[in-house]
């Protein structure tokens, strides 16, 4: 990361993609590079914090926590992924901590150049707000899950969300998420989502591999 320049490392990160010379210029002078070691909070649910996060490497995993210590998992953050921009437009606390899953690298952008840049940068403003509907049409997801299907119908929906294509025609879970996270991920008890899998496992639905990944099904799609 120390090699690359902060315009360089601009130029990698989508939020910026649409920046003029001139834009991304600025930006540059005014961002600060970070190295977080693993589960270092970046935000803290109930608190300000004073910058917009890009994630450069590594992954992040954002969770909300009721009185009691509850704690769902809403989403994973990977490269090119931000955070903080909502606390920064509006100036209330964050809705979720957000806290690495391994070692991060992230540019900071503070609020003083975030406010300064966005009125200027009429791109930045639009991918921003483009992130924004993204992640309200993801919260709508999670919303219609939880209340309208039963546990396999939410272990089905998770576990087609982290899949992705290998390159051999195969969907594969390539991280390996432990019962109790998924249990985090759909609202039930990790003893419910230890059944399901199971379930799922002997039905060829899903094959763990040696490495702890997964295969997935396609015919999952008729449990969501």
């Known amino acids: 990361m120390s090699m690359l320049s902060n315009l360089e490392l601009l130029r990698r990160v989508p939020l910026f993609a649409s ?21 270092e909070i970046i935000v803290e649910q109930g608190k300000k914090s004073d910058a917009l996060y890009i994630i450069l490497t590594g992954r992040a995993r954002v969770t909300s926590a009721d009185s009691r210590g509850r704690e769902v998992i809403l989403a994973t953050l990977h490269p090119g992924d931000y955070i903080g921009e909502m606390s920064l437009i509006d100036d209330e606390p964050h809705s979720a901590t957000v806290r690495t899953e391994i070692q ?9 150049a975030f406010a300064r ?11 921003i707000m483009r992130g924004l509907v ?35 025609g195969n969907l594969k879970v390539r991280d390996k998420i432990s019962r109790q996270d998924l249990a985090k991920m759909v609202g039930a008890s990790r003893e ?5 899998m199971k379930d799922l496992e002997e039905r060829g639905f899903v094959q763990t591999q040696d490495d ?13």
């Open 19 to 39: 920046l003029t010379s001139s834009q991304s210029s600025s930006i540059a002078d005014a961002i600060v590079k970070k190295r977080l070691k693993r589960a």
């Open 104 to 112: 991060c690298d992230v540019l900071m952008l503070g609020r003083d």
């Open 117 to 127: 840049c966005l009125p200027e940068n009429s791109s930045m403003a639009y991918n």
């Open 134 to 168: 993204q992640r309200l049409r993801h919260a709508d997801r999670k919303i219609e899950s939880l209340a309208l299907m039963d546990v396999y119908g939410r272990v089905a929906r998770s576990l087609l969300e982290f899949a992705i294509d290998d390159g051999a």
């Open 192 to 196: 419910m989502v230890s059944r399901v």
């Open 212 to 224: 702890g990944s997964m295969l997935v099904k396609e015919r999952l799609l008729s449990l969501t």
